[in-house]
């Protein structure tokens, strides 16, 4: 074993990548902003500076533990430096934090506050940059950018997007799409990786509360809404309980109180996508043809395909997404069932993603050029109309979804999860190749956040390699793997934030450094503690294919309804 002192205490060296990551295990939370654990290694911040017996001032981001250190991590003088850097960030950034969308959650106003600036004595005549609100999805404010570079590397390193870099020199240094261009004009595909890293305000989801608020608030309106699988296990983060803590039924109170008529949950219709995507995959590998077959229900995924390997969108499935199929099969079902014509019928999604928003607006998912989905918001949204009611959430008494699209198995729930959509279709796969039922539902092999998941499971005679990709940069190594000849996968599972929906970056922001493991966890929990886990199971799939889905997956109204072309 090997030791180090970290202020006057003797602390174990495990198997931290950096003395940072030590630091922060013994409880003392250092500042930073360039520094994320799925992130290289930047050292531009600086705030991380630590005293070091010997060897003086140093990032401790950037310094590999050694036994025998000794370690100071507040000395008046790094505190001092620290103070410095910041007030020569905050003289270069817009001074608008009452009215700025990541206000109680952006690091440069909690670190001012922790380190006790009370002036900015640099001010000087500050010319406000252009906002970029171009793109679908998110606001990009270069006044706010901290220049911590997080959104360039996400881009890069977690997507292999490179839709942002740094443009100029010195002191005109920026953040910006290629060629100064808008970020809907570069090859940016809405994922927001880039905003879920970001410290500060500078990169956001686009808000969009004020269309629902005036949708409640407009009485000839019936509006509707589906709640995505992942929302369940982190909106209550913004009230006080845990990650991966499931709340359902608080959450369908709240909306109730919003003002929302009809609360649906998407998981219903991700049950619909496993029985349509399912038929798809028996079939092609039946046929032996176009395989593997990717999921194609992360919209930024579909995105990125359609830009970098059209020659592969054959592969994808022609599956809409869950958001998708439940935005049809409710323009076709509700207006006869709540008794309300469509243009009076208002739907709302909450996801946990911005690129659905991107999604929504495809003119694919238009009819008879209205949007089916009125508007996408992201947790956070959703959780903001909450607290500007002044609701109580944790305090709710828990209320059920509306029947009958808010009925799900808990394979609709595990889509949310790196693995969950693999693990939802080999449930009703092995049930549809043998013709037998399957007691067993976990497919613990799917599971877990390995970058490239590997497993091949037999059922019945049949073979199927699946692979499951979490993260832009991993699918891209399969496709190239395609192009290549290499690739002897069936089904390839694709998401791209890293961990699944859970993670998506229209999440709130978490302090906890396990919040994904508890999200997933959720989502897991929820599975088990609902009465079916199988989506061919789903009593109200089967009634609504015999009232609106043309009898059978894979059926002429099915592909009308549920299925999609892409764009080359
Ligand atoms: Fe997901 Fe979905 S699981 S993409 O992560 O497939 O956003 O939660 O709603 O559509 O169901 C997101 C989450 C969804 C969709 C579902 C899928
Ligand atoms: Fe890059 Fe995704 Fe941000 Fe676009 S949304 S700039 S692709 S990280």
């Not at 709640?227 to 709340?247: H, K, N, T, W, Y």
């Not at 889509?415 to 693999?422: A, C, D, E, Q, R």
């Not at 493991?517 to 079916?532: C, E, F, M």
């Amino acid at each position: 074993k090997k030791y180090l002192t970290i202020d006057n205490r003797r602390v174990e060296i495990k198997n931290e990548r950096n003395l940072l990551e030590i630091i922060r295990r013994t409880g003392i939370d250092l500042p930073t902003f360039c520094y994320h654990s799925e992130l290289s290694i930047y050292g531009a911040c600086r705030l991380c500076v630590v005293e070091i017996e010997g060897m003086g001032i140093v990032t401790s981001c950037s310094t590999t533990p050694q036994e025998g250190m000794v370690v100071s991590t507040n000395t008046n003088e790094l505190r001092e430096m620290r103070k410095v850097y910041l007030k020569l960030l905050l003289a270069n950034h817009h001074q608008t934090c009452t009215t700025c969308s990541k206000s109680g959650a952006c690091r440069l106003q909690d670190l001012s506050n922790r380190l006790g600036i009370r002036e900015i004595p640099f001010s000087e005549e500050y010319k406000p940059k252009p906002v970029d609100s171009s793109s679908p999805s998110l606001i990009r404010d270069p006044n706010k950018c901290v220049l911590c570079g997080d959104c360039v590397r996400a881009c890069e390193e977690i997507q292999s997007v490179g839709a942002i870099d740094f443009a100029n020199r010195g002191a005109d240094t920026i953040v910006s799409p290629a060629f100064l261009k808008n970020l809907d004009a570069v090859e940016c595909v809405y994922c927001g990786m880039c905003a879920g890293v970001c410290p500060t305000g500078s990169i956001t989801p686009k808000f969009e509360t004020e269309k629902v608020w005036n949708a409640l608030n407009d009485k000839k309106k019936t509006v509707a809404v589906q709640i995505a699988p992942a929302i369940r296990v982190a909106i209550g983060e913004m009230f006080g309980l845990e990650p991966g803590e499931v709340s359902t039924g608080r959450l369908v109170a709240a909306m109730k109180l919003l003002g929302f008529d009809q609360v649906y949950d998407t998981s219903f219709a991700a049950d619909l996508t496993v029985l349509e995507e399912s038929t798809e995959f028996i079939d092609r590998k039946t046929k032996g043809e176009k395989l593997p077959l990717f999921t194609s229900c992360c919209p930024a995924w579909v995105k990125f395909a359609e830009q970098f390997y059209p020659d592969l969108l054959g592969n994808l499935s022609s599956c809409r997404s869950p958001q998708q199929m439940f935005g049809s099969v409710a323009r076709k079902t509700l207006p006869e069932q709540l008794n309300v014509k469509n243009e009076d019928l208002y739907l709302v999604s909450i996801m946990p993603c911005t690129a659905k928003k991107f999604e929504a607006q495809r003119d694919e998912f238009k009819t008879d050029g209205h949007r089916d989905v009125d508007v996408v918001l992201t947790t956070q949204e959703l959780g903001m109309m909450i607290k500007e009611a002044g609701i109580d959430f944790s305090g709710l008494t828990p209320e059920s979804l509306d029947m009958p699209m808010g009925f799900k198995t808990g394979a609709g729930v595990i889509f949310g999860v790196t693995g969950g959509v693999s693990e939802a279709v080999l449930r009703f796969a092995a049930e549809k190749l043998t013709g037998k039922k399957v007691a067993e539902t976990d497919y613990n092999q799917v599971r877990g956040n390995e970058d490239i998941r590997e497993t091949e499971i037999e059922i019945g005679d049949i073979k199927l390699k699946l692979a499951v990709v979490h993260g832009l940069k991993n699918a891209r190594k399969v496709a190239e793997m395609i192009r290549a000849g290499e690739c002897d996968y069936d089904f390839v599972e694709v998401m791209s934030c890293p961990g699944g929906c859970i993670a998506g970056a229209g999440q709130p922001f978490s302090k906890d450094y396990n919040y994904k493991q508890k999200r997933q966890n959720g989502l897991y929990v929820s599975d088990k503690g609902l009465q079916l886990h199988k989506s061919q199971d789903n009593p109200y799939l089967q009634s609504c294919y015999a009232d609106a889905l043309g009898g059978e997956p894979g059926s002429h109204t099915a592909h009308e309804l549920l299925h999609t072309k892409y764009k080359t």
